[in-house]
């Protein structure tokens, strides 16, 4: 009895294809799995600790990105626009400090409410951008931290 009791507390491994099938953009979901070899093989848990680590580093250097063009920007419009940006970001990085918890319990729930408070940073700024000739590589990231951000939904769906 002591052993199928074992047995059965060890974690599957997660579908990928269920996965990626259930994401916003599947092509990017697809390539970001096939491009990290940890993903192979991962149960679900481990899955959203890796694709939330991918958001973190995402809008952190989505923030450093952002923070570094508010001290370049010479016209002033820009500048505000981008110091906006960088505000945007800190919540997003804020919002995932607290899905931490939400991670570190295995609470799918709340990993989706915080993770989806956090991308509404980085698309506020892209929505802001969008009027103002931009460095394209300024937005390029938030596309990245919102696909990402998608699949950990996907993910904490499943939880």
Known sequence: MLFVMIGSL???VADLE???GKAKNQSFC???MKSNPKTSGADLQTLAKITFGS???SA???????QSLVKTATNPTMKKAYTSCVQHYKSAISSLNDAKQSLATGDGKGLNIKVSAA???PSTCEQDMANF???PSAVKNSGDFQNICGIVLVISNMM
Do not use: H, L
């Open 133 to 135: 000739k931009v460095d």
């Open 18 to 20: 269920a996965i990626c």
């Open 119 to 121: 991308m509404e940073g």
């Open 60 to 66: 952190s250097e989505g923030f450093k990105k952002i």
């Open 55 to 57: 958001a973190q580093t």
């Open 30 to 32: 697809t390539s970001y």
């Open 10 to 12: 060890k974690a599957q």
